[in-house]
């Protein structure tokens, strides 16, 4: 199983971090020991001072594929929920600006917080017009539309199976909308896919 993240998928998530507009889709790995399932609470690592939540759309793929074409893509995924990439913001800077992987401040341990996943036959009006939220202690901090994605889901599946076969249980971050930032010990973020709760954690 592998995670591929989506990085700039979001114009307004893009201009708050001040990065350029990619021509294609970007993106990323974690490992599998970054999963963090079934609700479980985030703990602060201590090598970082500043770890960001980032709220994204994630696509459970269903069956292998290489070299998709964006027109068959839909068929490669059978349900989506929401997901939390966090993000050692610190650590992201450092790699920036020496031009360097980004694995230290994206893949650690229990960087992927993946919710419950809801088929996508429920969603009829289609994946590009899902509304999603995440509330951290209660309060609305980021919300998110399908529509604004730079790159839509078919055209991140067809880029990624260029690059790498797909294969049954991996999972795809769609990438964050804006409104990122820092989580604190003591918080409590949950997130909700057309208005139903996906995700919730506790952070420690
Ligand atoms: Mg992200």
Not at 56 to 74: H, M, P, Q, S, T
Not at 146 to 161: D, G, K, N
């Amino acid at each position: 199983m592998k995670i591929i993240c989506i990085g700039q998928n979001y114009l307004e998530h893009i201009a708050e971090l001040n990065s350029a507009v990619p021509e294609q889709p970007v993106f990323f790995c974690k490992p599998d020991t970054a999963l963090l399932i079934k609700n479980r609470p985030f703990f602060i690592p201590d090598f970082t001072q500043e770890v960001h939540y980032e709220t994204e759309l994630v696509l459970r793929i269903c069956k292998v594929g290489k070299n998709i074409e964006a027109r068959f893509a839909d068929t490669y995924y059978d349900a989506c929920t929401l997901g939390f990439d966090f993000t050692a913001r610190d650590l992201q800077r450092d790699c920036r600006k020496a031009g360097l992987p980004w694995e230290i401040c994206k893949s650690f341990d229990n960087s992927a917080a993946i919710g419950n996943f809801i088929p996508k036959e429920k969603f009829r009006q289609g994946m590009q017009d899902l509304h999603f939220e995440m509330r951290k202690n209660g309060e609305t901090v980021q919300t998110g539309h399908t529509a604004r994605m730079l790159f839509s889901i078919p055209e991140i599946i067809s880029h990624i199976s260029k690059f790498f076969t797909l294969r049954t249980g991996d999972y795809i971050f769609t990438g964050t909308p804006p409104g990122v930032g820092k989580v604190s010990i003591g918080d409590r973020l949950e997130a909700f896919l057309e208005g139903e709760e996906v995700l919730r954690c506790a952070i420690k």
